[in-house]
Antibody
Framework: EVQLVESGGGVIQTGGSLRLSCAASAFSISTNHMSWVRQTPGEGLRWVSIIYKGSYIYYADSVGGRFTVSRDSSTNTLYLQMDSLRVEDTAVYYC??????????WGQGTLVTVSS | QSALTQPASVSGSPGQTITMSCTGTSSDIGSYQLVSWYQQHPGKAPRLIIYEVNKRPSGLSNRFSGSKSGNTASLTISGLQAEDESVYHCCTYAGRSSWLFGGGTRLTVL
C-alpha cells in the first residue's frame, strides 16, 4: 500500500531540537518531490519545506535557518531536523508527496508541542 | 506572503449545491493555474480533491469541481451528501518553490 507514516513528534522546550521522520511505502522518495506541511488550530495548513528529487531544497521564511530537510534512500525515509524551536512551531507536521505543484499523498501527521 | 482567504464556514442541505471561495492576489492565485483543494475530516490527514484548478484525481466523484477567476478560486460541491461534511483547504503554488494555503472552510451539511 502506498503510504507515508510520520513519527518523532513530542513535547520539547523552547530552544530545543527535534527530528521528525516520514517512512514511505510502495514508492521511492528519491524519485519523487517531498514536502513538509504543518497545521495549527488557529492558522490552518502552512507549507514548510520541499526537497526535490534532484536534491534542491527550499524552506518557508518562518523556518529557514532553523529547519533542515533530508532523506535516506536506503531506508526510504524523509527527515525534518528542527532546531531552535519556538512556541509558534507548535503544530501537527505532515509529510506529503508532491506531484507537479500539488500534494497528492499525505501522512497521518505527528504532533510537535513547544513549551516555554 | 499572506495566507489565502477562505470563509470560515459554509452550509447546505443534502442534495443542494454549494460553492466556497479562496481569495489570493495577482502574485499567487492570479499568476498560476496551480490551485489545489484538500478535504480533511476531523483527526485525519488532508486528501487531494482538486488540482490544477479544475482537475479531479482518478476515482473522485464528479460532484466536486473547481474553477478560478482572477485572484479567486472556487470549489463547488453538487448533490451535497452527509459524508461531505468536512474542512476544505485551498492551496496555490506561489512561485520560487513555495506554496500558500488558506485557513480552511468548514462545510456543514444541515
Amino acid at each position: 500500500e502506498v503510504q507515508l507514516v510520520e513519527s518523532g513528534g513530542g513535547v520539547i522546550q523552547t530552544g530545543g531540537s527535534l527530528r521528525l521522520s516520514c517512512a514511505a511505502s510502495a514508492f521511492s522518495i528519491s524519485t519523487n518531490h517531498m514536502s513538509w506541511v504543518r497545521q495549527t488550530p488557529g492558522e490552518g495548513l502552512r507549507w514548510v519545506s520541499i526537497i526535490y528529487k534532484g536534491s534542491y531544497i527550499y524552506y518557508a521564511d518562518s523556518v529557514g535557518g532553523r529547519f533542515t530537510v533530508s532523506r535516506d534512500s536506503s531506508t526510504n525515509t524523509l527527515y525534518l531536523q528542527m532546531d531552535s524551536l519556538r512556541v509558534e512551531d507548535t503544530a501537527v507536521y505532515y509529510c506529503a508527496r508532491v506531484s507537479a505543484e500539488y500534494f497528492d499523498l499525505w501522512g497521518q501527521g505527528t504532533l510537535v508541542t513547544v513549551s516555554s | 506572503q499572506s495566507a489565502l482567504t477562505q470563509p470560515a464556514s459554509v452550509s447546505g442541505s443534502p442534495g443542494q449545491t454549494i460553492t466556497m471561495s479562496c481569495t489570493g492576489t495577482s502574485s499567487d492565485i492570479g499568476s498560476y493555474q496551480l490551485v489545489s483543494w484538500y478535504q480533511q475530516h476531523p483527526g485525519k490527514a488532508p486528501r487531494l480533491i482538486i488540482y490544477e484548478v479544475n482537475k479531479r484525481p482518478s476515482g473522485l466523484s464528479n460532484r466536486f469541481s473547481g474553477s478560478k477567476s482572477g485572484n479567486t478560486a472556487s470549489l463547488t460541491i453538487s448533490g451535497l451528501q452527509a459524508e461531505d461534511e468536512s474542512v476544505y483547504h485551498c492551496c496555490t503554488y506561489a512561485g520560487r518553490s513555495s506554496w500558500l494555503f488558506g485557513g480552511g472552510t468548514r462545510l456543514t451539511v444541515l
